[in-house]
């Protein structure tokens, strides 16, 4: 469970830490990113996490560039945990053919289908091997306060990987009733079995055949089986191409939340905002104000 | 002079541009992005501008991209200018060998010396062409306010393009008294005669023979000669491996402006920070706040 310290960088008075370290979930060594606010440095409190799961191509060092959520985080004492989005390196047949699949593309799911099973565990990697090894490195983080966020992919992430206790579809949710305090993202893929990305990895990940595998794993599905309260925040760009092609279809999320009578689903459409991390910028302040929230409650 | 619009983003309410134009100094067609805030959106109101000048390697983008200029931009209703680093294409032999000289390195200097002399004219582009072609094409801003800064290479640009009125080098600068309202500048080459980056720009672009054109061109002597009020905000990060190679060597600006009686220069140096682009974001809301003290007085 050791880690790697690659790179120290001061950014907003804390240290954007770059790291690794050897995973047994994907097989491999995975880079990840960890921000610490000045309050992880000075206190000996506590600090909450945010979790940021990116998007497709990316590793875990565009949104800690790009994304500026080191702005606000600096400002609230949270730290921001970046992971990257897949296993790398593992030599399967293909892995690096596509820019929406496999490397770079491992839509945060535990593969059933071969080759893929054999280390593209993203889902487990996610949610259990990397903060247990983030919480026993570094003590100043608070394992009981982390919420989570995420752009595309990583919205998608964000969206299935929060604690669905009234979905039933995965009792292992119930294990951990407070996994995440708050839940927000950037222009999700938020009904992944019905649009194009989604459809080729379901199907690469876990089969055809495997569609209540895949209803496990889309927002929009569990949404409809969602008890209790909720508040999500989803900020969408509508210059966003990949919204405009079908890709995200964040209407199909509030329509079955809406359908289901859950309130607390608040998708803002910003006028002409795109699918780049200039949006993510333009907005991570709010979305690190959302987790705040509870995060600091 | 007209201006051909590549990109159109959305960015913390305002809108960054990807422009071009066919640049007469410099011999081709020049690149460079233009943030305007919501200001200059809606208000018929012209803005002031904030030109920020990029570092060896860089374009527009990187600053635009990593920055967070337009943050504090967009709050205090300020467009921000960003120029390329150097011609492109002119297909000098060997002006893309090194990543210090030619292609992304033009110093801000209109070179003297055979080949570069034809084309090589970042000077007159940055302070005549650039503006000249903006303002025309976007009445929104104002031509009248216009502040100044930039990082490493383009720190160098920003302390050595302001009005040296007492200067006495150029008598050019006598005909626009008030052409930067302030200056400002991140990691800046600030006595390029006496390290190997300027040495290695002022030789090529000038010729060794030409140390008086040499200083013409170095902040640390134009400040020996500077009279009337200075107030020049730096950020220097001890963390940052140039300025502890010796190439950016801020003490000898400072000294030299004590020595010459000079009050006003405000050198920060920043624990642990580096020389990249965190370092830019973390500081750039001070930057953007110094010179809206100017621009919106």
Same mark, same amino acid.
């Given at each position: 469970?050791?880690?790697?310290? @690659?790179?120290? /960088?001061?950014?907003?008075?804390?240290?954007? =830490? @770059?790291?690794?370290?050897?995973?047994?979930?994907?097989?491999?060594?995975?880079?990840?990113? =960890? %921000?610490?606010?000045?309050?992880?440095?000075?206190?000996s409190q506590k600090v909450p996490v =945010? /979790?940021?799961?990116? #998007?497709?191509?990316?590793?875990? $060092?565009?949104?800690?560039?790009?994304?500026?959520?080191?702005? #606000?985080?600096?400002? @609230? &004492?949270?730290?921001?945990? %970046?992971? $990257?989005?897949s296993p790398r390196g593992l030599n /399967?047949?293909?892995?690096?053919? *596509?820019?929406?699949?496999?490397? #770079? *593309? #491992?839509?945060?799911v535990d593969a059933t289908k071969a080759p893929y099973n054999n280390g593209y565990n993203m889902y487990s %990697?996610?949610?259990?091997?990397?903060?247990?090894?983030?919480?026993?490195?570094?003590?100043?983080?608070?394992?009981?306060r982390?919420? /989570?966020? &995420?752009?595309?992919?990583?919205?998608?992430?964000?969206?299935?990987l929060m604690r669905w206790v009234g979905a039933n579809w995965r009792f292992k949710y119930l294990r951990n009733p407070g996994k995440y305090k708050s839940v927000s993202a950037f222009a999700p893929i938020s009904n992944p079995i019905n649009c194009q990305w989604g459809q080729k990895a379901f199907g690469g990940y876990f089969g055809e055949d495997q569609t209540a595998k895949w209803k496990e794993h889309d927002a929009t599905e569990l949404v409809k089986n969602w008890k209790g309260p909720l508040d999500v925040l989803?900020?969408?760009?509508?210059? $966003?191409?990949?919204? @405009?092609?079908?890709? =995200?279809?964040?209407?199909?999320?509030?329509k079955a939340a809406k359908e289901a009578g859950i309130q607390g689903v608040n998708v803002r459409y910003q006028p002409d905002y795109d699918h780049s991390y200039y949006t993510m910028a333009s907005f991570a302040d709010d979305h690190v104000e959302h987790a705040a929230k509870y995060l600091l409650a």
């Open positions: 469970m050791s880690v790697t310290t @690659k790179a120290t /960088i001061a950014s907003f008075g804390g240290k954007l =830490l @770059k790291l690794s370290h050897a995973a047994k979930t994907t097989n491999c060594e995975m880079n990840f990113n =960890l %921000y610490l606010p000045p309050q992880a440095l000075k206190s =945010l /979790i940021y799961l990116s #998007g497709l191509t990316c590793t875990a $060092d565009n949104c800690s560039e790009k994304g500026f959520f080191q702005h #606000g985080a600096s400002k @609230k &004492g949270i730290a921001v945990l %970046y992971p $990257d989005t /399967i047949p293909g892995e690096n053919d *596509a820019y929406d699949f496999g490397s #770079g *593309a #491992g839509f945060y %990697y996610v949610t259990e091997e990397l903060p247990k090894t983030v919480f026993e490195a570094f003590p100043q983080l608070d394992s009981n982390v919420s /989570i966020t &995420g752009h595309s992919m990583g919205g998608h992430g964000a969206l299935t989803i900020d969408v760009g509508t210059g $966003d191409n990949f919204y @405009k092609q079908g890709q =995200l279809l964040p209407e199909n999320f509030e």
